[in-house]
């Protein structure tokens, strides 16, 4: 059930009309801690994964993990198992395209580190399935586990239910430069009014799918082969949704605040996220192309 969010204190378009044009859609996933099953969208929780098809491993040389020499883990291709990351199903997330006869899909990557990747960071392979041809066929439930080191375990999300969300968010390091020039007085003006820098209300710098991609740093848009401009699919961060965006159930009332009052309130705090360090605060984005009819799809890295 999507969760309930804040309305922003002041409405974009309505304050500044030029941003009407920039709003996008997007699908929030609040991860919280949980113990999701196969057949449950989730990040970092069991797939659902066909018997007949073998697990996927990295096939890349020179993996190491933050925080070592560049020793630490496998520098044999083949060697890392990858590890799931996020599952959706279209009944979850009505508002995302699938491909035609597709309902499932799916993102792992290799929770090491990757010299010479020019997209930076993790490995991501995107899998698009049907679920009842899956679940007819057959389920592999003996999936590796996780490669061991120090460290690894920054890029291995732990399990957690996601509650899908709808929002409407505006551009932040998208933001054209020539508009952001033009309209900062006025978004000063604002932020002097509400004590909100437009980003917090208008941008959402979290775990999601479509809308903007929660850069930490200057945009990277990734083109296919063919030349077209792919589109934003997923934001992955370790970074959880605090402010604007944190759910009304989640507030002390009267602060955008986690309930410090209620009986569990440390266990909701601790709840929160996936548990990632991608990097300094960073994030992991895929692209998808839906110009192509293979749909191909590529990955881009930042940290704060």
């Known amino acids: ?40 969208s989730s990040m970092g929780g069991p797939l659902l994964w066909p018997i007949d098809e073998p697990w996927p491993y990295c096939a890349q040389f020179g993996h190491w993990a933050y925080g070592t020499d560049g020793g630490a883990g496998s520098s044999e291709p083949g060697a890392v198992p990858m590890v799931p990351v996020v599952q959706l199903f279209a009944r979850d997330v009505p508002w ?22 020019p997209a930076g960071a993790v490995l991501p392979k995107l899998y698009w399935r049907n679920e009842a041809e899956t679940v007819a066929a057959g389920l592999l439930h003996d999936v590796p586990a996780p490669h061991e080191g120090e460290y690894v375990d920054d890029l291995v999300p732990r399990p957690c239910t996601v509650c899908p969300t709808p929002a409407v968010e505006y551009p932040g390091y998208d933001l054209p430069h020539e508009l952001l020039t033009s309209l900062g007085p006025r ?19 979290q775990n999601k799918v479509g809308g903007y991609p929660a850069w930490t740093q200057s945009p990277d848009w ?5 030349g077209h401009r792919m589109e ?18 989640e507030h002390e009332p009267g602060t955008t605040l986690p309930t410090w009052d209620a009986p569990a309130a440390q266990d909701a705090l601790d709840a929160i996220g996936p548990e990632l360090e991608i990097g300094d605060a960073g994030g992991l984005y895929v692209f998808l192309c839906r110009q192509c009819p293979d749909l191909p799809y590529a990955h881009r890295h930042d940290c704060h």
Do not use: N
């Open 1 to 40: 059930m999507p969760r309930r969010i804040p309305p922003p204190p002041f409405d974009m378009a309505e304050l500044a009309p030029e941003f009407a044009s920039l709003a996008k859609e997007t699908t929030l996933l609040y991860p919280r801690s949980g113990d999701p099953g196969v057949r449950h």
């Open 96 to 117: 995302l395209e699938f491909p035609r006869g597709k309902d499932v899909v799916q993102l792992l990557w290799c929770a090491l580190i990757h010299d010479g990747d």
């Open 187 to 205: 978004l000063e003006e604002l932020q002097d009014r509400f004590g909100f820098w437009y980003t917090e209300v208008a941008s959402a710098l």
């Open 222 to 226: 990734p083109h296919c082969d063919q």
């Open 232 to 249: 934003h699919l997923f934001s992955i961060t370790g970074e959880p949704a605090y402010g604007r965006w944190l759910p009304l159930d």
